[in-house]
């Protein structure tokens, strides 16, 4: 009856066997689950055109949900005592996804997020191979969260520190003390300034500066605001905000 299945839904589908057992039903239904979570999260990366999106979640959470119905498989039959071919997989991805962490030209930091978005959702898939049902669907609602909810928070709160980052293009390299000046006196402290060295041969002089503003009155200023009135310096080619 549908109700009984809705009740073994709720109880974690012990009662069904869905949990421990290994059959075409079972697999069937463990791999639609994670090609749906696949794709709303794989959507979420490519519609911000992240480096992992769609087709890439679908293959991954795929294959960690089958590592994780083998080690269901060996664990129920031959009496392993851990899930290795799951631990496997976990390793691998992340191994992967570490080598897809770069720095930008602006050198900033790319594909952190989506590197761990890929390793987490490697985990939850072998959770569902494996017939961990609650913890995967929490473990998946968390990570929705984190990635949606959360990054409104993390703008909310970062567009209204007193710290920011800027990419510096300036005309000429003698202009950098000009600049350092001028932005002293318009309140800012320069908490570190690097060469980029992705211009090393461009011809242009080029830095990533790190401000804090130490004046009140700057305060209530956003951090666009404050990077205009540095654009119409002399020495300034180019200014934009990093992050």
Same mark, same amino acid.
């Given at each position: 009856?549908?109700?009984?299945?809705?009740a073994?839904?709720?109880?974690?589908?012990?009662?069904?066997?869905?949990?421990?057992?290994v059959?075409?039903?079972?697999?069937?239904?463990?791999?639609?689950?994670v %090609?749906?979570m696949? @794709?709303? &999260? $794989?959507?979420?990366? +490519?519609?911000?055109?992240?480096? =992992?999106? *769609?087709?890439?979640?679908?293959?991954l959470?795929?294959?960690?949900m089958f590592?994780?119905?083998?080690?269901?498989f060996?664990?129920?039959n031959?009496?392993?005592?851990?899930?290795?071919?799951?631990?496997?997989?976990?390793?691998?991805?992340?191994?992967?996804?570490?080598?897809?962490?770069?720095?930008?030209?602006k050198?900033?930091?790319?594909?952190?997020?989506?590197?761990?978005?890929?390793?987490?959702?490697?985990? %939850?898939?072998?959770? @569902?191979? &494996? $017939?961990?049902?609650? +913890?995967?669907?929490l473990?998946? =609602?968390? *990570?929705?969260?984190?990635?949606?909810?959360?990054?409104?928070?993390?703008?909310?709160i970062?567009?209204?520190?007193?710290?920011?980052?800027?990419?510096?293009?300036?005309?000429t390299?003698?202009?950098?003390?000009?600049?350092i000046?001028?932005?002293?006196?318009?309140?800012?402290?320069?908490?570190?300034?690097e060469?980029?060295?992705?211009?090393?041969?461009s011809?242009?002089?080029?830095?990533?500066?790190?401000?804090?503003?130490?004046?009140?009155?700057?305060?209530?200023?956003?951090?666009?605001?404050?990077?205009?009135?540095?654009?119409?310096?002399?020495?300034?080619?180019?200014?934009?905000?990093l992050?």
């Open positions: 009856m549908p109700t009984d299945y809705i073994y839904w709720l109880n974690g589908m012990k009662e069904a066997g869905w949990s421990s057992a059959n075409l039903g079972s697999t069937a239904f463990k791999l639609v689950l %090609i749906v696949a @794709v709303v &999260l $794989g959507c979420e990366r +490519a519609r911000n055109r992240h480096a =992992a999106g *769609l087709r890439t979640f679908i293959v959470s795929i294959g960690s590592a994780g119905v083998a080690d269901l060996f664990i129920n031959l009496g392993v005592g851990f899930s290795f071919l799951s631990a496997a997989v976990v390793i691998g991805i992340s191994i992967i996804t570490a080598n897809t962490i770069v720095y930008s030209s050198n900033q930091i790319m594909g952190l997020t989506t590197s761990f978005g890929v390793w987490t959702m490697s985990i %939850i898939a072998a959770l @569902v191979g &494996l $017939g961990l049902y609650s +913890a995967a669907l473990g998946f =609602a968390a *990570l929705m969260v984190g990635l949606l909810a959360f990054s409104k928070l993390e703008y909310y970062t567009a209204r520190s007193n710290h920011f980052e800027i990419h510096l293009e300036l005309k390299r003698s202009s950098l003390q000009e600049f000046t001028a932005a002293r006196e318009f309140g800012l402290k320069i908490d570190n300034l060469v980029n060295p992705a211009y090393a041969n011809g242009l002089s080029v830095y990533t500066v790190r401000f804090t503003v130490v004046d009140k009155a700057l305060r209530k200023k956003s951090h666009n605001d404050i990077i205009e009135a540095l654009s119409v310096l002399d020495c300034v080619y180019h200014i934009e905000s992050g």
